[in-house]
């Protein structure tokens, strides 16, 4: 079936490192994929997306790029800020023939950075 | 501030009782989807309703239902429940019925706690 592996954290980081959250996924047929960030004490929110391979979806200095050799889509920042701190989750839409779209979604990745 | 709006926030109650939790989709969205957020499990897709209609169905128990209503808040009711339901349930709203894509504002979530 569709399913989304995201890397487990927590990840930690300080202000100004690079971040890399891996996410691979498994589906048929060509899935959009999403990336999605939760603040704290928020509901989730859409960062970036991207619907075909080799699409670059880029949001607030958020890249990812849809691999399809490598069935990855791996969220990237040069410049991590303390307001980045959040859980990002990773996720992907199907739509089974005759059926309608369904976000199937990854565990979640808790980001901290710290000043 | 997504213009999904979820009542209550927080929820206390005990094993074998029954809860309602209500969704305000965003003006103008027709679609109304619920998802589970749990530590073990992850986000997961429950169900979607458009326009009045069930749509998809995840992986909903069958202790639990949900309905949309003409001014299409839509409200999730989970019965029997166990401490396994305790959960941060979300919903989200679209404009279209998911059978081409359209972004997913989701609310800020209830709090649920089954002692």
Redesign the interface.
Known sequence: GNSVTQMEGPVTLSEEAFLTINCTYTATGYP?LFW?VQYP??????LLKA?KADDKGSNKGFEATYRKETTSFHLEKGSVQVSDSAVY?CAL?T?PQG??????????TKLTVNP | D?G?TQTPKHLITATGQRVTLRCSPRSGDLSV?WYQQSLDQ????LI?Y?NGEE??K?NILERFSAQQFPDLHSELNLSSLELGDSALY?C?SSVG?????N??F????TRLTVL
């Open positions: 959009s999605y004490g928020e509901g989730l929110q859409l619907t989750f839409r739509k059926g309608s779209e369904k976000l199937v979604f990854g565990k979640g | 997504s999904v989807y992850g986000l997961q897709f979607q458009y749509r998809a995840g979300f989200a019925g998911g059978f081409s894509y972004e997913q989701f609310g800020p979530g």
